[in-house]
């Protein structure tokens, strides 16, 4: 599989994925924060299936 998610798109997919699987540990102890594990995954397999099948890519250019 080939990577989609840039440098940028990455680090903030993993910020916000260990943001929001903190509050299941420390804060309001919601179980929603388990959604943290969608963006956190993507972002450290950097990998995106919403970005393959709408053919976006935050990774730049590449030569060819």
């Known amino acids: 599989m080939n990577s989609n998610v840039g ?3 990455r680090n903030l997919r993993i910020l916000l994925g260990i943001g929001l699987l903190a509050l299941v540990f420390v804060g309001p102890q919601t179980p929603w924060g388990l959604l943290g594990l969608i963006p956190l995954v993507t972002g450290l397999a ?3 299936p919403v970005y393959s099948v709408a053919g976006v890519s935050t990774c730049g250019k590449r030569n060819a």
């Open 46 to 48: 950097r990998v995106c």
């Open 7 to 9: 440098t940028w798109d």
